[in-house]
């Protein structure tokens, strides 16, 4: 189109002037143009110049053909519009205005593509450099970091101030708590080594028993001391397997730990461990309640033997209860042994309680001293053991006051037998030092009762009014009181 305007106004000066040569000249310069197939000029007058390829209006390349029209050369801009004297028509080379659209094509593709991919080189390379490298020198410094170093990761130059010099210094942050978590572990690891092997050796050389069980008594570890225990009990699998089975009262055992199990709290006792042998092994045990992890409960125990104790308590016991001098049960160990009778005794059964007081020793230890006082006392004790059956129990209560107890079939007749007996042989003539000889008399006081509704203090109150119902009637007698049948009676020597 830019042609056509260049060649125009000497196209329209030659068909205005009507010369076919300048129209000639016109059309073919403008046919040299390699997108012209073919040129056509026609003037006012109906002169036509053709040139190259003829135009056809009924051309199926319409789209190809320019059609120019050509104003008078001469006329004002200011001036009316006239009639064009001339119309140029170009007929464009279809081929190679295709063929040249498609080269710019192409060339416009290809320039695209490599700007493209030109731009996507330097972004990769712009990504590298300043993020993937960066990022990888990181990874590769973290892989060679030893757990719990302190060998900091250093920020490159041109990434201290950005997001990958704060990522480092979160990485740096972040391996410092881990090498104190790490030092820190160490140490407790240490720490528990050293605390395992203190346990380890207490639990192997402890001297007492120790042992894991679950609920039903089956053991699952123990101490050497334990095993020696229950080897020593000649039935070793039976106790590994429930160990209740170590102790004489295993039924006490289990009581025990069934009570620890569900109060979930510990229950101790002193326990006879059996023996194949004559010797007694006593322990203190203590049965102490656990869970495992899965949370079944379990009972662990620990066995102190306190066999040396215990025989020591034992005879400390029967010491504290016996009369130093008579050795008779004092009124300690007599309240004591009153108190198992009642409590064993079979309900058709009656139980007598004779309380005696001597007449006339406070003149003899008044007159011969307290040493000739104890020889009496010694002698009445014997004299009572010798008249007494095994079954009955002598107290010595105080002083001059003994105690008696019987337990059985007894009624009235017994209990004044007794008594008889009694005062006969009290009342018998005492050998003292150097040929002197005492007599001593007795107050007897007697309470019966049926065992099945007996009480301790009732019996004693009742024996002590009828011992000074004696007192008050000359002394030297007997006094009975049944207190079930309402029944009293007295006797004299």
Request: proline residues 3%.
């Amino acid at each position: 189109m830019d042609l056509l305007t260049t060649v125009s106004e000497t196209a329209a000066i030659a068909c205005y002037l009507e010369q076919e040569e300048m129209m000639q000249e016109v059309v073919k310069g403008i046919s040299k143009n390699r997108f012209v197939a073919g040129t056509a000029l026609i003037s006012a007058k109906g002169n036509i110049i053709r040139n190259g390829q003829a135009i056809k209006y009924a051309d199926q390349n319409l789209e190809y053909i320019i059609r120019y029209p050509l104003p008078p050369p001469f006329q004002d801009e200011k001036s009316a519009e006239s009639p064009n004297i001339g119309m140029f028509i170009v007929l464009q080379h279809k081929k190679t205005i295709d063929d040249t659209a498609l080269l710019e094509a192409q060339k416009e593709i290809f320039s695209l593509i490599f700007i493209t991919l030109l731009t996507a080189f330097i972004t990769s390379a712009l990504v590298y450099a300043l993020f993937t490298k960066p990022i990888t020198n990181i990874a590769n410094m973290l892989h060679k970091a030893k757990p719990g170093s302190l060998d900091l990761l250093e920020a490159p130059p041109l990434h201290r101030h950005n997001e990958i010099g704060v990522l480092l210094s979160d990485i740096n942050a972040l391996m410092k708590r881990n090498s104190q978590a790490l030092d820190a572990e160490r140490a407790l690891r240490k720490r528990l080594s050293f605390l395992e092997k203190q346990y380890r050796t207490i639990f192997e050389k402890a001297n007492s028993g120790i042992f894991l069980a679950n609920e039903k008594g089956k053991i699952s570890i123990h101490n050497p001391f334990f095993m020696k225990m229950a080897q020593n009990t000649g039935d070793y699998k039976n106790v590994l397997d429930n160990f209740t089975e170590l102790f004489v009262d295993s039924t006490k055992v289990a009581m025990m730990v069934k009570k620890a199990i569900q109060k979930e709290q510990a229950a101790s006792s002193d326990l006879l461990v059996k023996a194949k042998d004559a010797y007694q092994t006593w322990v203190h045990a203590v049965f102490i309640h656990c869970k495992d992890d899965l949370g079944a409960p379990m009972i662990e125990c620990m066995l102190y033997d306190i066999t040396q104790r215990h025989l020591q308590e034992e005879q400390n016991r029967k010491i504290a209860k016996k009369d130093h001098l008579t050795g008779l049960l004092n009124r300690r160990g007599g309240e004591i042994q009153m108190d198992d009778i009642l409590s064993s005794c079979p309900p058709e059964h009656r139980i007598a309680f004779f309380l005696l007081d001597l007449d006339g020793f406070k003149q003899i230890n008044d007159t011969y001293g307290h040493d000739s006082g104890d020889t009496v006392l010694i002698e009445i004790s014997r004299r009572m053991q010798s008249i007494n059956r095994a079954t009955d129990t002598i107290i010595r209560w105080g002083g001059d006051e003994f105690v008696l107890i019987l337990y059985g079939d007894i009624d009235k007749k017994t209990c004044f037998g007794i008594g008889e007996k009694i005062l006969y042989s009290l009342n018998s003539p005492i050998d003292l030092e150097n040929g002197i000889t005492a007599t001593v008399g007795v107050s007897i006081g007697i309470s019966i009762m049926s065992a099945q509704t007996a009480e301790k203090d009732l019996l004693l109150q009742s024996a002590d009014k009828a011992m000074y119902a004696v007192k008050q009637q000359g002394k030297n007698g007997i006094y009975y009181s049944d207190i079930n049948n309402d029944t009293f009676e007295s006797r004299f020597l």
